[in-house]
C-alpha cells in the first residue's frame, strides 16, 4: 500500500486521533529519582552546575522525600557524601556511614512508601576519588569487589531496598549476589550498570557527589565510547552473574545500546539519564533556546522508546507532575 491510497498523515489528524496509535506512554511507576545526601549541618546546598538539584542533609533529605512519594515515584537512587574521605574510602562501608544513617531514618519514615535504591561505589569516599582501592596507580579488581560487596551488605542490613553497582569492577555482581546470599538477602535485587561508560557527560555529578577523580580518568574501568558489542558482553556477563535489573548510561547518546539489549535480553533495563543530559536541557531552555517541558518529555520519551523500562532521571519530580496533572 501506498499513496496515493496510503496517506499516512490520515491518523495525524487531530489529537484523539494521534492518541489512539500512540505507541510509546510516560508513566510515574517507572520513575527512580537520583538524590544526594551529605554529613553536613545546612539542610540543603544547592548544585550550581545541575539547577534545582540540591545536596541535602538527612533532615533536609527526609523532607524532600515526602513530596517525591507525593508525586507518586516509586524508588530513589540515593549517593552519599561523607565528612571524611580515606586511601581506601571506610566510610562506604561504616555502619553508621552516611547513607547507611539515611537510609534507616527513610525507612523508618516512610516504610514500604519508597524504595530506597542504593549507589554502591567508593568514589565519594575515596581520597583520590576513584571507584576502587589503589594498587600502583591502578584500580585494583579484586580487592575492590571485596569491598563492594561488604558495603551493598552494610546498605542492605541498613533497610535498603535494592543496591546498584556503579563501579564497573569485574565480577562484582557475582560477589555482591554471594555476599547477599550468604547473610540470607537473597529476596535484595541488584541493579547493576552493566554498560556504563566513560562519558563527558558525567561531571556534572561529581559536583554533586564530590567525587572527581584526583588523578587519571576512569578509562580503565569504564567502557570506551565507540563500542557496541562489548557493552552486549558487560550485560550478558552481569546478568550470568545474578544481575535483576540492567542499565545502561547515559542514556542520551547511547540509545542505540538500550534498543540493542531490549532485543537481545530478557530481562527490565533502566536507562540512567545523566546529570550531562540534564545539564544540557536545564541551562539551554534556561536561556530560552528550546523549551523544557518539550525536552524533557521528549528526552524521556525517546529513552521509553528505545526500550527501557526503568527511566533514572534529575527530572523525575517534574515529569511525575505533569503525569499527575494530565499535561504531557
Ligand atoms: C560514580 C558514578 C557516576 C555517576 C553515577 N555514579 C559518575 C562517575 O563515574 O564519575 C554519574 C551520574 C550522573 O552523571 O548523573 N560511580
Ligand atoms: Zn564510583
Known sequence: MRYPE??????????????????????VRHLVYPMFVKEMTEKKVPVPSMPDVYQFSIEGLLKEIEEVVDL??????LFGIPAQKDETGTGAYAEKGIVQE?????????????????????CEYTSHGHCGIIRDGYVDNDETIKRLAEIALSHIKAGADMVAPSDMMDGRVRFIRQMLDINSYYNIPIMSYAAKYASCLYNP???????????GDRRSYQMDVPNQKEALREIGLDIDEGA????????LFFL????????????????YSVSGE???????????????????????????????DIIITYFAKDLASWLKENSL
Open 205 to 215: 555529578f561529581r559536583d554533586a557527589a564530590e567525587s572527581a577523580p584526583q588523578f
Open 6 to 27: 496510503y496517506r499516512p498523515r490520515r491518523l495525524r489528524k487531530n489529537e484523539k486521533l494521534r492518541g489512539m496509535i500512540q505507541e510509546t506512554e510516560l508513566s
Open 102 to 122: 539515611a537510609t534507616r531514618r527513610i525507612k523508618k519514615l516512610f516504610g514500604e512508601d519508597i524504595l530506597v535504591i542504593t549507589d554502591v561505589c567508593m
Open 256 to 271: 542505540d545500546i538500550i534498543a540493542l539489549a531490549k532485543d537481545r535480553f530478557n530481562i527490565p533495563i533502566a536507562a
Open 278 to 308: 540534564y545539564a544540557m536541557i536545564k541551562h539551554t531552555s534556561a536561556k530560552g533556546y528550546i523549551d523544557y517541558k518539550r525536552a524533557v518529555v521528549e528526552l524521556a520519551t525517546g529513552i521509553k522508546r528505545a526500550g527501557a
Open 72 to 77: 507518586g515515584i516509586p524508588a530513589i537512587l
Open 244 to 251: 535483576d535489573i540492567i542499565m545502561v548510561k547515559p542514556a
